[in-house]
């Protein structure tokens, strides 16, 4: 495992757990898409069938069940828990799952490395979270006003993408077998997603001001 | 080892 692997999953291990410490110590979902956290429980779910069959390492193991763990944890808060789900904004959140989920499914049937089911369901996890953002993106622009919790867990998702893209070249200099076009065109697609809101987060940084993005 | 590439990440 190289820094950059380590880093980027640190990233995403802290973004979550921002998260779930914002939602348990406020009692408040506020700005946050229960669309994108259900897509994301989505994606560690078919992403981690090999959890039981297939041992890579310790590490590998207890980092998927935390991801899955917390994943199912967020959504449970803001759709079952008493004082949470009242903070929850369903009107703003409006994006479609299905907009998201049926291209990405497609994809994945004709698009894939090997066409069994685990293959087919790991390359649909890698396009979902490739766009599973999307909906906390457009609930971020609509709402304008963003706490800080809310704009450190997105910038977080965005520097685990940059540095898994860094991970990558890497490998693909150190191993000479690494070579996964899938997971490189996905990754890309995911980072890229992120630069505007980046370009936004560094201004507001810079600034010293409020992050807020342009309607 | 004889992981697939990219199985080993999460």
Redesign the interface.
Known sequence: MNIF?LAG?MT?LFSVLVLLLKIHTIKSCAGISLKTQELYALVFTTRYL?IFT?F??LY?TV??LI?LGSSFSIVWYIRRHKIVRRSYDKDQDTFRHYFLVIPCLVLAVFINHKFTFKEVM?TFSLYLEAVAILPQLVLLQRTRNIDNLTGQYVFLLGAYRAL?IL?WIYRHFTEP????WI?WIAGVVQTLLYADFFYYYFQSWKNNEKLQLPA | TT?E??????
Request: aromatic content about 16%; overall charge negative; glycine content about 4%.
């Open positions: 692997r999953d995403h090999d297939d890579i390492s590998n980092m998927k991801f790991w898994y991970n077998h690494y070579v996964h997971t | 992981t590439p990219g199985k080993d990440e999460l």
